[in-house]
């Protein structure tokens, strides 16, 4: 916290998927899983990628039909994943396969690290709205994961997903915005002659929301730092870090039509309503684990 607020005005490096892979390693696996792979994330030597996702599992992600099947050592995994962010430069994915068809969808999932490199890993690109290719098509064909990769136990998966996505939801709202914060739009404001009176009382609400959500946020990481499941907490941040920055991008390219770094933003941000768990899926969550509202039906 002490070496985060120090470097809060330095450009520091991004670990990507990291962000929230990192934390569950650190909750959830090995030693030997830590020591090898922990070093060379945290200085930028590994890139990772979320292989969860598939075509017809999003949403209701343990709907997720990739089968991992026990072989000599380990375990050959096979099946489609998709939506899989930085997949064509990652050098390992964490990823979901199900080991037990038989069981209950949430109780026969596996948490697997895989080598992007091996054999039958296939990456094929796919093109976003703003023209860029983040996230790729990923077929797993026969793939082989040894034992010692495998994170948490075997067909307990499930609860080690669920903590990686909160700790996605966590960092996404605090860094999806890359470039769309309440401070990137002061750095666009001190640029510009001075606003309009209705101007400056938007800049000055988006300001103080970003404020609150900063707030918010550290307010999540303090309660993750004393144990506590980050939960629907998450899910607040990630909608408002997501409204808010859709909003930052709006209001600054309506302050200069012809800037093409905050039109491009505009498109960029759209992904953040779906992206880290839908807008309606954080609204159920909060509906239901938080207000404690009935069960959406
Ligand atoms: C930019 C970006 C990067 C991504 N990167 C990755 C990645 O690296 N790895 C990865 O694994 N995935 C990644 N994803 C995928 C993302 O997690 C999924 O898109 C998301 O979980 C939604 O799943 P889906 O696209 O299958 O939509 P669906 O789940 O099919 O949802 C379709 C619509 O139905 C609604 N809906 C679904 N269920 C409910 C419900 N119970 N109640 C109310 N409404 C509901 C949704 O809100 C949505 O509007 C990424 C997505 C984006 C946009």
Request: net charge negative; with cysteine.
């Amino acid at each position: 916290m002490i070496i985060h607020q120090e470097f809060r005005d330095l450009g520091r490096p991004n670990l990507g998927i990291a962000a929230w892979a990192v934390p569950s390693l650190v909750r959830y696996g090995t030693r030997e899983q830590q020591e090898r792979f922990l070093p060379g994330t945290f200085a930028g030597e590994i890139v990772w990628c979320q292989l969860f996702s598939e075509p017809g599992a999003g949403s209701d992600l343990a709907g997720l039909t990739t089968r991992a099947v026990r072989v000599e050592g380990g375990w050959s995994l096979t099946g489609q994943k998709i939506w899989t962010s930085l997949a064509q430069y990652a050098h390992w994915g964490i990823c979901l396969a199900r080991t037990s068809p038989d069981r209950p969808k949430h109780d026969g999932i596996t948490y697997f690290l895989v080598d992007m490199a091996s054999p039958g890993v296939t990456v094929r690109p796919l093109k976003d709205i703003n023209g860029d290719e983040l996230f790729n098509e990923v077929f797993l064909d026969d793939v082989f994961v040894p034992d010692d990769l495998v994170v948490g136990a075997v067909d307990e998966g499930w609860r080690v997903a669920r903590d990686t996505l909160s700790h996605e939801r966590v960092a996404l709202g605090d860094s999806w915005g890359p470039g769309a914060r309440h401070t990137d739009m002061a750095r666009h404001l001190a640029r510009l002659p001075s606003l309009r009176e209705a101007q400056r009382e938007r800049a000055g609400r988006l300001w103080a929301e970003g404020q609150a959500i900063s707030a918010l946020g550290l307010r999540v990481t303090l309660s993750q730092l004393a144990g506590a499941d980050p939960g629907p907490a998450s899910s607040v941040r990630k909608l408002l870090g997501m409204w808010h920055a859709q909003e930052i991008a709006e209001f600054c390219w309506s302050l200069d039509p012809s800037d093409r770094y905050w039109s491009r933003m505009i498109l960029t941000t759209r992904a953040f309503t779906i992206g880290g768990g839908t807008t309606e899926v954080q609204l159920n969550i909060i509906a239901e684990r938080a207000l404690h509202l009935p069960r959406d039906p």
